[in-house]
């Protein structure tokens, strides 16, 4: 059962509009999380995170917001660029239970000049 | 300053037959991951090293895998009697106190 969940396996999006990736989890002993992004032949690299004593965490154009209630997360890119396509993986932790981060299953956004 | 290394880049290997893969984390981080990736998947936890306690072995798929990290440092992913299924990107990840992680390029894996 998959404690980390992005349903939307890929997205595509015009350049200069917004991209909104979403995440979902299950466990509510999660209490960080993060998102990452990937370029092929390459490893993931971090990209913002976000604790769950807050909502919203900005970083320039990368926006995160929490909704604890709904168990929810999402990631706004504004405005996307061509660079911004690359598979983009969320993943959480509980720092009660350890370090063992738990990824999704990834989303694949595709930017369009 | 010196990322994640991982080595070799790419292995192409037999059926059956043994392999290691290397991973050197960045210095002073006291957590080491690793992960694979098949083609088309996301992430999947295989083990994780914390300072000197007992690894947390609960991703490995079979008892084929085993991992070590000799002197809180340096780690090494061995795969016994690889089978096709073994085939992915293993990656390795480090990191420090419960910041996020910092990954390696990976070691893309081919069994014949």
Request: charged share 20%; proline share 5%; aromatic share 12%.
């Amino acid at each position: 059962d998959q404690q980390v969940k992005q349903n939307s396996p890929s997205l595509s999006v015009q350049e200069g509009r917004i991209s909104i990736l979403n995440c979902d989890y299950t466990n509510s002993m999660f209490d960080y999380f993060l998102w990452y992004k990937k370029y092929p032949a390459e490893g993931p690299t971090f990209l913002i995170s976000i604790s769950s004593i807050k909502d919203k965490n900005e970083d320039g154009r990368f926006t995160v917001f929490l909704n604890k209630s709904a168990k929810h997360l999402s990631l706004h890119i504004v405005p996307s660029q061509p660079g911004d396509s690359a598979v983009y993986f969320c993943a959480a932790s509980a720092k009660n239970y350890g370090q063992n981060f738990v990824f999704g299953p990834g989303t694949r956004l595709s930017v369009l000049p | 300053g010196a990322g994640v290394s991982q080595s070799p880049s790419n292995k192409v290997t037999e059926k059956g037959k043994d392999v290691e893969l290397r991973c050197d984390p960045i210095s002073g981080h006291t957590a080491l991951y690793w992960y694979r990736q098949s083609l088309g998947q996301g992430l999947e936890f295989l083990i994780y090293f914390q300072g000197n306690s007992a690894p947390d072995k609960s991703g490995l798929p079979s008892d084929r895998f085993s991992a070590e990290r000799t002197g809180g440092s340096v780690s090494t992913l061995t795969i016994q009697r690889t089978q096709q299924e073994d085939s992915a990107v293993y990656l390795c990840a480090s990191n420090y106190a419960y910041n996020e992680q910092f990954f390696g390029p990976g070691t893309r894996l081919t069994v014949l």
